[in-house]
């Protein structure tokens, strides 16, 4: 009764997508909602699905950008492949993804089957969709009004965790790495120290327990913030010496790195992109996709979640960097790529009011996760903070890191760009560079497009 059931809830939502169509209407995304409305279970009665070759992509940061590519890549090496790279990551999302990959009858049309899942979502999205591989970015603080503490979400993974699970996990992550004793297999992926690696030895710095005996955690150097070789003061927990795929001899300068005997050239090179290199490799290596593959797929790729855009306005070359603004890895990142860059410059930050859901939240203590001292020098010429509720917040945290006051405008205004950018022109140097949340991206990206030159 339930699998008829199934059968005529998807011929509805499927004849919805053709009117859809038909009319020229968006709206094919909502047919999963629709689904999972009238039936909870809704995606459990699809069939055909190779469960050893559905994989899913999870963690706090890079979901997005390491789904789309290990989509693209698996999908140039010549494999059928179905994926939500469209972002709808939770149950509705999934069926959406299911009901356009099938049949009449439920029977799903392609080989593999790639999932980006939300972290709460995992779960119940595991119970309908027994997955065979599960793919771990990381798991950092991020929306700390939806997800608190990550430990919170960590015992969320656990308990979704099974031993029928292949485990690709990131061994430079203290957290998410330790949920191999919950998987019946684990791979790990890594990176080597290089040339953008850090230490960290200052006073305010902190650290992580262990998610193993609650000790303390000590890194020997990082790759990214909160990532890099590190072990436990108190047990044997540590990075291992060997993991299944390891980057080496990375040159920024000239997009390659190694991997084994291969050298891959890529489009995107930094340390965030390595680790999501990394991770698409040990897939595919389990697939036996070969080197020229997935080199192929690597060279071709085009990341359409990418968060950093290049202008020209008014003859000055701005950087917008967007950052996911509930998580203070995505802002580390953002200041370290400001800090690289050694030349003349001037900053303009922009973090909002978070108003995804109520209670509404300006997370400033975020900030303190931070270390903004990197973007500190003689070199930056002006510092500008804006937003309505935040603006005063970020000048005082910029001045805590030192920076000098008289170099901080400060403009609270929500999106009244002409105000904010009005001495932008009279700025001695041509360098600019923008961190927004997501927010204000479209207007600000529309504000920018007037001004280009090569528009």
């Known amino acids: 009764m339930k699998k008829l059931y199934f059968i005529l809830v998807l011929w509805g939502v499927k004849f919805g997508n053709i009117l859809c169509k038909l009319f020229h209407k ?9 689904a999972v409305k009238f039936q909870k279970d809704f995606v459990k009665y699809f069939t055909n699905i190779d469960y050893d070759k559905v994989i899913f992509v999870t963690g706090t940061n890079g979901k997005s950008t390491t789904t789309n590519l290990l989509y693209h890549t698996i999908k140039t090496s010549g494999k059928k492949v179905a994926t939500n ?10 069926a959406t993804t299911l009901i356009k990959n099938s049949n009449i009858f439920g029977k799903f049309n392609k080989e593999f089957l790639i999932l980006e899942v939300d972290e709460r979502s995992l779960r119940n999205i595991f119970k309908v969709l027994p997955a065979k591989n599960l793919c771990i970015s990381n798991l950092q603080k991020d929306q700390v ?43 790990y992926y890594s990176m080597e120290k290089n040339s953008k690696t850090f230490e960290k030895n ?23 913030e909160n990532i890099g070789k590190f072990k436990c003061t108190n047990c044997n927990y540590k990075s291992v010496k060997k993991a299944n795929v390891t ?27 390595i680790y999501n290199y990394a991770l698409v490799i040990s897939v595919c290596k389990k697939y036996n996709i070969e ?9 071709t790729f085009k990341n359409p979640a990418d968060r950093r855009e290049v202008y020209n306005y008014h003859g000055k070359i701005v950087h917008y960097l967007r950052i996911k603004q509930e998580n203070p ?13 050694k030349r003349k410059k001037a900053i303009y930050i922009g973090l909002y009011e978070v108003k995804d859901f109520p209670p509404a939240y300006a997370n400033t203590f975020y900030f303190f996760d931070c270390d903004f001292k990197k973007c500190v020098s003689k070199q930056v010429e002006k510092y500008v903070c804006f937003s309505k509720t935040v603006a005063f917040d970020t000048a005082n945290r910029m001045i805590y890191a030192g920076a000098d ?33 997501m927010k204000p991206y479209k207007k600000i990206k529309a504000y920018l497009k007037k001004g280009d030159s090569n528009e």
């Not at 990375?250 to 992109?273: A, L, R, S």
């Open 26 to 34: 968006a709206g094919t995304m909502i047919s999963g909602k629709v």
């Open 85 to 94: 790279t469209e972002g709808a990551n939770m149950m509705s999302g999934i």
């Open 145 to 187: 009004q939806r997800n608190g503490d990550p430990d919170f979400i960590y015992q969320m993974f656990k308990n979704a965790i099974s031993k029928d699970v292949t485990l690709f996990v990131n061994n430079e992550e203290p957290r998410s790495r330790s949920l191999e004793d919950y998987a019946g297999k684990s791979i």
């Open 202 to 224: 200052g006073f305010y710095d902190v650290t992580m327990p262990c998610p193993k005996c609650n000790h303390k955690i000590e890194y020997e150097y990082y790759n990214i």
């Open 247 to 273: 980057i080496k001899e990375i040159d920024y300068e000239n997009h390659t790195f190694k991997c084994g005997k291969d050298t891959y050239k890529v489009n995107y090179i930094n340390p965030f992109y």
């Open 291 to 299: 080197y020229n593959d997935i080199q192929k797929g690597f060279e």
């Open 329 to 341: 890895e995505t802002m580390q990142n953002a200041l370290d790529t400001i800090a690289r860059d």
């Open 405 to 437: 006051e008289k170099k901080i405008k400060v403009y609270d205004v929500e999106d009244d760009f002409n105000k904010i950018f009005s001495d932008l022109d009279n700025l001695k140097t041509d360098n600019i560079y923008i961190i927004t949340g």
